[in-house]
């Protein structure tokens, strides 16, 4: 999932972000109101964690415009301050939850899987695909009863698809969701895990799970059975085929 954090400190901003990746979530940083904004407008985010006390529009500013524009993602809220009011104006304003600082990553994490389950976003603690399954509390994935060894960003992808099994989902959806605003668009890394997640979980198993859909994406799960989808690498397009000696930049890793 992809998070947006607006936070003007850059000390709580890298302490947060790295507490955040560690858990497989995409994180994208905004340091002002107008940047928060203007990520907000561009890309598309699972929640947005929102600092009050930031440069140009503060925090209360930008999630009343967020709101405004129809942005319907779960907004938490930090604040060094802990008076009632400030926490009514920010719920007010549209936010859905409220931190004061200091808090601990931990909270922070139990509040943002609490947020997402209330929004419809996190389904299931365990999500299970034919024989697949996916359990998102211990971050773990297994294969008729085989455990399956993924990175960090390996198993968002997973995760990713298992929350979307049975329907074709693109690059462009893939990338929204699973990477951050590093993510080059014109580079063949989507192709390059998928390729990695599929020899994992497909491996020592006579039904593929995940399959490509020539020109359209990839799907997960028994959906996947139907003639027109494309099996392994050698049907992904010339175009789109990871290189042998591809190389991978650490910042999308």
């Known amino acids: 999932m992809r ?44 929640l947005v964690i929102l600092d009050v006390m930031i440069p140009g529009r503060d925090g209360f500013e930008v999630c009343g415009e967020l709101r405004k524009s129809g942005q319907r993602m779960p907004i938490l809220m930090l604040t060094a301050r ?50 697949l399954v996916v359990d998102t509390a211990a971050q773990s994935v297994s294969r008729a009863g085989r455990n399956v060894t993924l990175t960090a960003k390996e198993y968002a992808l997973v995760e990713f698809l298992a929350r979307n099994a049975g329907r074709v989902v693109g690059r462009a959806e893939i990338a929204e969701h699973v990477w951050d605003e590093t993510f080059d668009p014109f580079s063949n890394l989507i192709e390059v895990y998928v390729n990695r997640v599929r020899g994992k979980i497909d491996a020592d198993s006579t039904k ?15 959906a996947a059975d139907s003639p027109a989808s494309d099996a392994g690498e050698e049907n992904t397009p010339s175009r789109l085929r990871a290189k042998p000696n591809s190389t991978i930049r650490k910042s999308h890793v």
């Open 208 to 222: 593929p799970l995940l399959q490509t859909r020539r020109g359209a994406g990839y799907i997960l799960g028994a």
């Open 82 to 131: 802990d008076a009632v009011e400030d926490r009514i104006t920010g719920l007010d304003r549209g936010a859905d939850d409220y931190l004061t600082k200091p808090f601990e990553v931990r909270e922070l994490l139990a509040r943002l899987r609490a947020l997402l389950r209330r929004s419809g976003e996190l389904r299931p603690a365990k999500i299970t695909v034919a024989d």
């Open 3 to 46: 998070l947006l954090l607006v936070e003007d400190d850059a000390r709580i901003a890298r302490f947060v972000a790295k507490g955040l990746r560690e858990q497989t979530y995409a994180v994208d940083v905004a340091t002002t109101g107008e940047d928060a904004l203007y990520q907000a407008a561009i890309n598309t985010y699972d």
